[in-house]
């Protein structure tokens, strides 16, 4: 079965008592770990980094994230034109990115201060040599909008 990248939409709910925001079919039974990255400033890039087996998923919780991913066709010496998939990650929109087996991940923040959290299908050390590294350079210009 491939897979591909996908937004889990959620939605928000507000009343006088304040605002709720959900991912209600987001179904976290495969998520082992998570944690969170925060990017101080709008130039800090990290990309690309990609993996075989592991799966994760991101979710926007302060600012907002540029979001770039690439289906590897050859993990040891990738094509210059994999398909790129772009997303826009905001807080005001609670959405959770998937990212499948197979693809490598850039992300760059739009707002300083911005918080992504990344869960992840294995725990940390489960399995072995599946941490790729491309060049951050490889398939997009961070710079350019």
């Known amino acids: ?3 591909e990248p996908k937004l889990i939409e959620g939605g928000t709910y507000q009343d006088h008592r304040g605002t709720l925001q959900f991912v209600n079919p987001f179904d976290m039974k495969d998520v082992k770990r998570m944690y969170f990255t925060t990017h101080p400033d709008t130039s800090t890039i990290r990309a690309w980094q990609g993996h075989k087996i592991e799966s994760r998923w991101f979710y926007c919780v302060k600012g907002s994230f540029e979001v770039k991913l690439v289906k590897i066709d050859n993990w040891d010496n990738p ?3 994999c398909k790129i998939y772009h ?8 959405q959770v990115l998937f990212i499948p087996q197979g693809y490598a991940n850039g992300f760059k923040a739009n707002t300083e201060q911005s918080k992504l959290m990344i869960m992840s299908n294995y725990a940390l050390n489960e399995i072995e040599d599946d941490h790729y590294r491309f060049e951050q350079t490889k398939w997009v210009n961070w ?3």
């Open 87 to 94: 997303f826009t990650l905001e807080e005001d929109k609670p």
């Open 1 to 3: 079965m491939i897979l």
């Open 79 to 81: 094509s210059d034109n």
């Open 143 to 145: 710079n350019k909008k």
